[in-house]
């Protein structure tokens, strides 16, 4: 897709999976909502490109014993292979968010995928 005419800032990425991103704003302020709208995104994006070159996204590990303490989570205990998924929720430039997020530090190559909740 060309970018529209109104474009003064464009913005593109790639995926180590060959995922284009490519982002058009108008104004600095939205770039910026776009940016960050990318970034709450990001794993959300990563995953659907993996569902879409044939390869599944690792399933979360489920677990019958309480989360602990630190997690703020309901008591279905969400798990991945880095430990207990904390729920999280917030607002980006798309609209409120939640779901159980990996306790990978930011940046891991194997972060495990966001578990989403609707």
Not at 38 to 47: K, R
Not at 67 to 92: L, Q
Not at 107 to 117: E, F, M, Q, R
Request: glycine letters at 8%; one cysteine or more; a positive charge.
């Amino acid at each position: 897709m060309a970018a529209p005419e109104s474009t003064k800032f464009q913005v593109n990425f790639k995926s180590p999976d060959g995922t284009l991103i490519n982002l058009y704003a108008t104004n600095k302020e939205e770039l910026e909502a776009l940016l960050t709208a990318a970034q709450d995104f990001s794993t959300l994006i990563a995953s659907v490109s993996q569902s879409f070159s044939g390869a599944a996204p690792a399933a979360p590990v489920r677990t019958n014993s309480a989360p602990s303490a630190a997690v703020a989570s309901p008591a279905d205990g969400h798990v991945c292979k880095h430990g207990p998924m904390p729920f999280r929720e917030g607002v980006s430039a798309k609209g409120p968010w939640k779901g159980y997020m990996c306790g990978a530090p930011k940046g891991a190559t194997d972060k495990c995928p966001t578990i989403w909740v609707r």
